[in-house]
C-alpha cells in the first residue's frame, strides 16, 4: 500500500481551545475599551484604511452549510479545536453574508457560471467563462487587478483551467469546457502566480509562449523556491486535478501552495489579488464521499488559516471566504453517542472513492476484491447484505430511485452512511443559500444578504479599481 501522506503534528496545528479563544477576546475587547458602552463611548473612533491593497478570496467549492458542520467538528474531535472558519466568525469586525447563488438560466448554478458572477459582476448561463448572454467579454478581475498594476495570483487542487479560476480570469466564447483555450490564455495574459493541477493542458509549448513564467512541477521545487520577485511562476502538480486529501503523498497542499503564492506575490510594491480554491470539496460531494469530503474541507480551512495569518496585524488585506455554490447537503444524521462514534471513524478515512474505483476491474474483479478494496480505504468491513447492494449497483443496476442520487458513487456512499452517520441527498448541486465571511478593508460594505454577482463591486471598490474594460 503507497505511504500516507506527512500529516502535520497536531498540536502543531491546534488553535485555541473555545474557551482560551473566548477568553482572549475578552481580554481584547476590555484592552479595546469595548466592554461596555460607557467605555466605548470615550474611545477614539477607529478609522478603517479606506481601501485594501491585498485581497484574498477563497473558494470552497460545493460547500454546504453542512459540510463546513462536518468539518468543523472533526476538527473538534480530532485536535480539539473549532476550525479557523468558525474561529473568523468572533472576529471583530467580520461581516457574515448569505449568498444567493443562482445564474442567468439557472436556480442551480454550476462553477463556471458563479466565478464569471464574481469576476465580471454580471449573472450569465452555466457553463460560461467571462461571455455574457449577449456575447459580451468583459475585463474579469483578475485581468482588471494587473491592468491596475497589481500582482495577480491562482491556486487551485483542480486543474489550473478549471470554472472556478477561469471565471476570475478569462473570457472564452467556447465555455468551460475548453480548457486548453483557458490554459493559453492564463499563461497569454501573464498573471503573475499559478499553482494548481492540469498538466495535460499546460504543456511545455503552452508554457514557454510566454517567456515571463518559471515553470516547477514538483512539490520539492515548489518550497524551495524563495519569495522573491522576477519571473511569474506556474506550477503544475499533476496531469489532471490533484489528488484528494485522503490520497496525496507527493503533491503540495493546498495551505503550502497558498503559502508560497503570498510569500511571492507579497513581494510586489502595488499589492496582489489571489483566488484559492479548494477545488476537490465539490468532487467529493458529487461522489458522496464523506471521508474525501470533510479532509479536504479541512484542507481548505487550513488555507484559510495561512491567509489569516498573513492578514493578521495588517490593515491592508481583505479575507474574504466563500463558495460558489453548495453541493449534495450532506449532514450528520445519527443521534446520540451512536452517531458521534460513527461520525469519528471519518477521521481514519485513508483513500477517496476515486481510489477505490481505480483498484476494481470491472469483469475481474469480484465481490470479495471489492470488499477488501473498501476496507484498505475506509476502514470499514461491509456486511454481506451491503456487499450484495454494492455489488448490484457495480452491475449497473438502479438502487435508488432518485437518479441523481443513485448516479456515481451514490450508491456506495448511501450504504457506507450505514457507518460514518453522513448522509447525502444527491450527486447534483443545489440551490442552497452559501456563506461568505469578509474581514478587512471593504468587508464593511459587504451586505448581510446579497446575489452572487453583487460580490464584484465591493471588491473592486475595496481595491480602488479604475473602471474595468467593456469588452475584451
Not at 96 to 120: C, E
Request: with cysteine.
Amino acid at each position: 500500500m503507497t505511504d500516507r501522506p506527512r500529516k502535520p503534528d497536531p498540536a502543531a496545528r491546534r488553535g485555541v481551545s473555545r474557551r482560551d479563544f473566548l477568553g482572549t477576546g475578552v481580554a481584547t475587547a476590555a484592552a479595546l475599551g469595548l466592554t461596555g458602552t460607557a467605555d466605548a463611548a470615550r474611545q477614539p473612533e477607529i478609522i478603517r484604511p479606506r481601501h485594501a491593497r491585498n485581497l484574498i478570496f477563497l473558494v470552497s467549492d460545493g460547500m454546504s452549510t453542512g459540510t463546513l458542520t462536518l468539518a468543523d467538528l472533526l476538527l473538534r474531535h480530532t485536535e480539539g479545536r473549532r476550525s479557523r472558519w468558525w474561529q473568523l466568525f468572533a472576529e471583530p469586525g467580520v461581516r457574515r453574508s448569505v449568498i444567493d447563488t443562482a445564474s442567468a438560466n439557472s436556480l442551480v448554478t454550476d462553477s463556471a457560471a458563479a466565478s464569471t458572477a464574481w469576476g465580471i459582476g454580471e449573472l450569465v448561463f452555466n457553463g460560461a467563462i467571462g461571455v455574457t448572454p449577449d456575447a459580451r467579454r468583459p475585463e474579469p478581475i483578475l485581468h482588471h487587478a494587473r491592468r491596475a498594476g497589481k500582482a495577480t495570483g491562482l491556486v487551485t487542487t483542480c486543474t489550473l483551467s478549471h470554472a472556478t479560476p477561469a471565471g476570475w480570469a478569462c473570457n472564452i466564447d467556447k465555455g468551460r469546457s475548453d480548457e486548453p483555450a483557458i490554459a493559453a490564455q492564463m499563461i497569454q495574459r501573464g498573471y503573475d502566480v499559478l499553482l494548481g493541477g492540469g498538466r495535460r493542458f499546460f504543456t511545455d509549448e503552452v508554457i514557454a509562449a510566454n517567456s515571463d513564467f518559471t515553470p516547477v512541477f514538483d512539490r520539492d521545487a515548489l518550497l524551495a523556491l524563495p519569495p522573491a520577485q522576477g519571473h511569474n511562476l506556474v506550477g503544475v502538480f499533476a496531469r489532471g486535478q490533484m489528488d484528494y486529501e485522503v490520497d496525496r503523498t507527493d503533491q503540495p497542499s493546498l495551505a503550502e501552495m497558498a503559502a508560497a503564492a503570498i510569500n511571492r506575490l507579497a513581494a510586489r510594491p502595488d499589492g496582489f489579488v489571489l483566488q484559492i480554491e479548494g477545488g476537490r470539496v465539490d468532487h467529493a460531494a458529487h461522489n458522496n464521499d464523506a471521508g474525501a469530503l470533510v479532509h479536504d474541507q479541512i484542507a481548505f480551512d487550513d488555507a484559510l488559516g495561512v491567509a489569516l495569518d498573513f492578514a493578521a496585524g495588517r490593515d491592508d488585506t481583505l479575507v474574504v471566504t466563500t463558495t460558489d455554490h453548495a453541493n449534495a447537503n450532506p449532514g450528520l444524521t445519527d443521534y446520540l453517542s451512536t452517531g458521534a462514534k460513527k461520525f469519528a471513524t471519518l477521521a481514519d478515512r485513508r483513500h477517496s472513492f476515486d481510489w477505490i474505483n481505480d483498484r476494481y476491474e470491472p469483469g475481474v474483479s469480484t465481490a470479495e476484491d471489492h470488499r477488501r478494496i473498501i476496507l484498505e480505504a475506509t476502514g470499514v468491513e461491509l456486511t454481506d447484505a451491503e456487499l450484495a447492494t454494492v455489488t448490484r449497483w457495480r452491475e449497473g443496476e438502479t438502487i435508488i430511485p432518485y437518479r441523481s442520487a443513485d448516479k456515481s458513487f451514490g450508491p456506495l456512499g448511501s450504504v457506507l452512511a450505514n457507518h460514518c452517520g453522513v448522509a447525502f441527498i444527491s450527486g447534483n448541486h443545489t440551490a442552497d443559500f452559501v456563506e461568505q465571511t469578509s474581514i478587512g478593508p471593504g468587508a464593511e460594505n459587504m451586505p448581510p444578504m446579497m446575489r452572487i454577482d453583487e460580490t464584484h463591486a465591493v471588491l473592486a471598490k475595496a481595491l480602488d479599481l479604475p473602471p474595468a474594460l467593456a469588452n475584451l
